[in-house]
Every structure is written in structure tokens, then in C-alpha cells.
């Protein structure tokens, strides 16, 4: 059994960017020698989210109109008195699922035919970091 | 240490659907020999979820009245431009939470009084899989 | 490779209750000598939710203003026929996530700056548990 960690960098230009990671992923797993097991892929900051759906344009721009239907980014929020102007984000990142724990078969990512693995930043323009930690075996059985 | 994996599959006869699957992740569990782990339980479409709550047929059309009303089936969604129909599913599978990893403990899930796991078709009445991949300990210690 | 598991326990005095469980969760890694791996923390009762985010009583009130903004605490729910009143719980712990997978890096959780684990009950007043599971290594490669 063994265990590998790694931590991806952004920063990104806007203050909401969604960034398909699958790549990004792959490219530890295969770095970490593991050929089956299981990747936990977690944003190390709680104003942003890892989730797994299409790589479509369109349907990223229905998920921020929902979130923003949803909890929008100017509201009444008590969390926003202590001088921050990013309560909705905080929201955003718990609707969305916050992170997401995949499998690895064959020393790469299981995936379906649609399954991306996506960065959601939602309170950007500054560094983030978002953890990757692998757990399994080196050889195949 | 141990690693398994399995696909359930499913072909619903509704569009929307609730299965629940704990009889047959315990299934996969002991067919694993794993008595002490994780299992990941991962749809591998992206207008599914897997879920964990109770079984009771009430819930689950609370389940659905609340997403339709979140987010309804018909709505002006950019990701049907592409000629698809299921933009609500997509966002349906993250509120639900999309995927689970649970407890095994003594060779079977290790579930509170009430705890079922739940596979959350949202666009069916065509094939899906649900991965199944457990991280494990053959022997109890 | 090692595996430990634990179950925390509460009875909230109110029916709705944010608990910051960061501490109780390392005291399992540290009781577990598991240096490198994940950790599950997975309420047992499906009417709470274990969720990583900030821990700003703000931003709690604004989540429980979100909560119950999307779902009404009182509202027409199938559920509450059978002679429940917490229909309500079990959609808000989908919302806001059931569960997180944590990681390990040297002996303790490897969290952001912001990053604590909070033990969200949303139908107390009676006992619950939370379980740990942790899937590792006891000594750092």
C-alpha cells in the first residue's frame, strides 16, 4: 500500500472561473506510480469546489445562474459584516459538493464517457491551492 | 492491503428513478473479501446521483419536489442548445451530492439505524454504471 | 497499511446545532498513530451533515438563513405523514453535503487556512453518532 500527495496551484484572472483539472489529475496519479486506488481531489480554500460533470460551455453557465438564483452575490449576509464580500461564495462551494473522492484503476482515472473533474473558483484573483491524496497499491493484483 | 472493484449497472424504465443499492454494494463487499476499508460508490454518468438517506417512499417525493422546484425539468438552459434536454439532471445530481464513500467495518457497511444508499437516476431509460471501488484490509487487525 | 475507526457521539440541547469537530477528529488520527492516508467522518443519522468550511458564527446564521430559505422548515412534505416533523433535516443535510473524506499528511489533518470540519445537526436533542474511518499508512514513506 502507499499513499501520495500533491497540491495544484491557481490563481485565477476572474473572481468566478470554472477549470476542468482532469489533465492536472492524471498527471499526479501517473507521477505517483499508483495503479489502483482511490484520489481524494480537495480545495484548501472555502470559497471554492471540486465537482465532477460535463466539459460543456452552456451547462457551466446554467450552474452559475442556478447558484446565483439560488444564494445570490449581494444579499444580507451576516457573514459579510466582518468585512468580507464573500458569504454567497462559501454557499456556492456547499451546493456544488466541495470535493470529490475518485477512483483509479489501471494507473489512471476510472472514468465514464462525461465524467470532468472541475475547479470552481468562486472568490479568485488570489493564490489557491487544492490537495491531491492518493491511497492504493503500486502494482496491480 | 486490498483493492477491489465492481460496476453495478442500471437501465431504468422511468426517466427518474430511486434504487436502493445497499443490498448490492453489501454484494460487492463480500464478494471483495475486504473486511475493513472505505468503499467509493461513484456514479459514472453525469446526470445520476448516489446518495445516502432513509428509505421511505414520502422522502424520496419530497426529494423530488425539492429539486423541481430549485431547479425545473423545463427551464431556458443554455446547455439544451446543444440539443440535449437534461441540463436539470446535471444540476439535480450536484444538489443530491452526487456520490458517497462509506464505512466497512467487520466485512460488511458499517450504516446508523437508518442509513440506505441511494442510486438517483435522473435521465434514464438508457444504460448507466455506478463504480464500486473498495480500499481495504483483507484481515481485521 | 492500517485502517482505525472511531464514533463520536452527541446530543445537542437545541434541535439545530453547528459543532467545529476539527479537534475531536485529529484526536482519532493521533489515537490511530496513522501518519498518511484519508479520513472519513460520516454522520450515521440522516438528519446532519458533515461539512469543511469557515468557522465565523456570520456565516453559520447564513447558512441556516439559506437552508431554511430553500427548504421551509414547515412545509407540505410527504415525509411528515408518517407522523415526522423533520422532512426538512434530511433535505438540508443533501444541500449541504452529507459528509466529507479528509486528508492525513504528517500524523494530522493536511487542512487550508480556513478549513475546519463542522458537525451540522438539524434534528437534535437526542443522541447521534458520527463515525471516523481511517484508511493509511503508520509510518511516512
Chains 1, 2, 3 share one sequence.
Not at 470559497?47 to 452559475?64: C, M, P, R, W
Not at 464580500?85 to 456556492?92: F, K, L, P, Q
Not at 470535493?99 to 465524467?115: A, N, R, S
Not at 488570489?126 to 491524496?133: D, I, M, Q, T
Request: aromatic fraction near 10%.
Amino acid at each position: 500500500m502507499a499513499t501520495f500527495t500533491d497540491y495544484l496551484k491557481f490563481k485565477t484572472k476572474n473572481r468566478h472561473e470554472f477549470i476542468n483539472i482532469t489533465p492536472d489529475v492524471n498527471r499526479v496519479i501517473k507521477k505517483s506510480k499508483i495503479m489502483d486506488g482511490l484520489v481524494l481531489v480537495n480545495p484548501m480554500h472555502i470559497t471554492a469546489a471540486v465537482y465532477v460533470n460535463d466539459a460543456e460551455s452552456g451547462l457551466i453557465k446554467d450552474f452559475q445562474e442556478m447558484l446565483q438564483r439560488l444564494v445570490p452575490t449581494e444579499g444580507n449576509y451576516k457573514h459579510n459584516l466582518t468585512g468580507e464580500d464573500n458569504a454567497y461564495a462559501h454557499m456556492w462551494r456547499q451546493l456544488m459538493g466541495h470535493q470529490v473522492t475518485m477512483p483509479i484503476t489501471d494507473g489512471e482515472l476510472d472514468l465514464g464517457p462525461w465524467e470532468q473533474i472541475y475547479y470552481a473558483e468562486f472568490d479568485g484573483e488570489r493564490e489557491k491551492r487544492v490537495l491531491v491524496k492518493i491511497v492504493g497499491d503500486r502494482h496491480c493484483e
